[in-house]
């Protein structure tokens, strides 16, 4: 089955600076890739995602990149701000069969004013 | 509200005993999951569902563990003699299934505390 490592589990930047959050998934035949934001005492909540048929999608300060290849995808979130403070989760699944979606443990960043 | 729904929110009960929760997904979604989140961890997957039938069940899942969804509608997990270990945020998901649109909506969850 699917297994997701998320690196790296804690991250703390300065206000204004980038962010990188980066994923590795085991399951070849995975073919989406979303990405959860999660504020402490809430549900978790899509903010961006990526189907393996594309490389990079971008939505203002968020973007995600895919390499299939080597089967890793990555969050970058330029000019953090302090409510981007949050965790993060990366998930794959196969779209079409009968997979689950499985999550990495998780990233908690920290963004410092 | 068109959205995921959990109920309850909170359950505080005495170990040994027998709780269940309920999940009402997106009426149109034939996915459902259930996952387990304790502090500073991702969703621990526990189980999911296609319509009314039950694909996966996770290894970590001890047979205390049910979850049914009779009809392809609402869910229940059911964990029976309850421990302490199984303290943590009980998250249930739902979405469709067909190619390009499996984005997972979350419940708000259920917290349950065993003493």
């Known amino acids: 089955g699917e297994n997701v490592e998320q690196h790296p589990s804690t991250l703390s930047v300065q206000e204004g600076d980038s962010a990188v959050i980066k994923c590795t998934y085991s399951?070849?035949?995975?073919?989406?890739f979303p990405w959860y934001k999660q504020e402490l005492g809430k549900r978790p909540q899509l903010i961006i995602d990526?189907?393996?048929?594309?490389g990079e999608k971008k939505d203002q300060r968020i973007a995600v990149t895919l390499n299939k290849t080597a089967k890793h995808f990555s969050l970058h979130i330029t000019e953090t701000q302090p409510e981007d403070s949050a965790v993060y989760f990366c998930a794959a699944i196969r779209e079409g069969g009968s997979e689950k979606l499985v999550f990495g443990k998780g990233t908690k960043l920290t963004v410092n004013p | 509200d068109t959205g995921v729904s959990q109920d309850p929110r909170h359950k505080i009960t005495k170990r040994g005993q027998n709780v269940t929760f309920r999940c009402d997904p997106i009426?149109?979604?034939?996915?459902l999951y259930w996952y387990r989140q304790t502090l500073g961890q991702g969703p621990e997957f526990l189980t999911y569902f296609q319509n009314e039938a039950q694909l996966e069940k996770s290894r970590l899942l001890s047979d205390r563990f049910s979850a049914e969804r009779p009809k392809g509608s609402f869910s229940t997990l059911e964990i029976q003699r309850t421990e302490q270990g199984d303290s943590a945020m009980y998250l249930c998901?739902?979405?469709?299934?067909?190619?390009?649109?499996?984005?997972?909506?979350f419940g708000q969850g259920t917290r349950l505390t065993v003493v």
């Open positions: 399951d070849s035949a995975s073919n989406y």
């Open positions: 998901a739902s979405s469709p299934s067909w190619t390009g649109n499996t984005e997972a909506f």
């Open positions: 990526i189907r393996s048929n594309v």
């Open positions: 009426s149109e979604h034939n996915r």
